[in-house]
């Protein structure tokens, strides 16, 4: 890696539970490219003032990860079409103190959706009701998904997303199932309350033919193992990752890596994960 000099170009990320995937996969095709960038992760204690060191500090990117995809609106210049289409932030970039929104989310969940041939017709269950499962949700929509229930606690959020796609709702998964399983919540996450719960009990992934979990750290998260064991088609938060953060590094940079590039820092970015 290039030495630490004042001359450096900044990106952060901020979330609440920060992981080496971004610094990882960035910071390898930075050094790949021979930029003299640099790439570190964060947890907040307060996002305002965070927001305002990214304006400050002359920060170029900023990544934003749960659960501030939402709240991060309020704190920015401009939203880009991406972002204001599903109100929701994953991607900041810093244009001389004037900080624009975008959303990668999407366009990596709908990449992943069309990869694997998920077939429209098929039923789905999206665990979630943030900002990460907004992304998801319009990204189903759009590939033409119509037969989607929402799964949320909270039923003002829960509902509301439902209705803004055309979607059922429910409060709980708990004895549905359905062909494709998407969990787009914090449950299975490393170093939280549930990272070694199941999103989806045992009956739903047996009768399912998809499971595809959005949480990233681990790769193999406990849905993730049971979706492997159970021999159906998983899709897994490291490959939304991968592809969210290749159109965050263009953005960024301006530059966009070869395959053979992106490859190598996906590698890269798992062996640490």
Same mark, same amino acid.
């Given at each position: ?19 080496? /995937? ?12 021979? $930029?003299?960038? !640099? ?11 965070? #927001? ?6 002359? !920060?170029? *990117?900023?990544? !934003? ?20 289409? #599903? ?8 244009? *001389? ?14 990449? $992943?959706?069309?990869? /694997? ?7 789905? $269950? ?21 037969? @989607?229930?929402?799964?949320?606690? /909270? ?22 199932? &359905? %062909? ?6 914090? #449950? ?12 989806? %009990? ?14 990233? $750290? ?7 193992? &049971? ?22 590094? @263009?953005?960024?940079?301006? #530059? ?18």
């Amino acid at each position: 890696m290039t030495t630490l000099n004042k001359d450096m170009t900044l990106c952060i990320s901020l979330s609440a539970r920060p992981s080496n /995937n971004g610094t990882r996969f960035h910071n390898f095709l930075y050094e790949a490219l021979d $930029l003299n960038w !640099i790439y570190k992760a964060f947890a907040p204690t307060d996002l305002g003032q965070a #927001i305002a060191g990214v304006r400050g500090l002359g !920060i170029r *990117g900023c990544a !934003i990860s749960m659960p501030y995809k939402e709240e991060v609106i309020a704190l920015v210049d401009r939203m880009d079409d991406s972002a204001t289409a #599903i109100d929701s932030v994953n991607t900041i970039v810093n244009d *001389g103190g004037v900080l624009t929104a975008y959303n990668t989310d999407y366009s990596a969940i709908a990449q $992943l959706i069309e990869r /694997n041939a998920l077939d429209p017709s098929s039923t789905v $269950l999206l665990r979630g009701s943030g900002g990460m499962a907004k992304a998801t949700a319009a990204a189903f929509r759009d590939a033409g998904f119509a037969q @989607v229930t929402v799964v949320a606690r /909270n039923e003002e959020a829960g509902r509301g997303l439902a209705d803004l796609y055309g979607f059922a709702w429910a409060a709980d998964a708990e004895g549905r199932t &359905a %062909d494709i399983l998407v969990n787009v919540t914090p #449950i299975g996450m490393a170093g939280g309350a549930e990272e070694h719960s199941l999103s989806f %009990d045992e009956p739903a992934v047996a009768a399912a033919s998809v499971v595809f979990d959005v949480v990233a $750290l681990p790769a193999e998260t406990p849905l993730v193992r &049971a979706g492997r064991a159970a021999g159906k088609t998983v899709i897994t938060g490291a490959e939304v990752a991968t592809l969210q953060a290749l159109e965050q590094f @263009v953005l960024y940079t301006g #530059i966009r890596p070869s395959a053979d590039q992106v490859r190598a820092a996906e590698e890269h970015m798992r062996a640490g994960a």
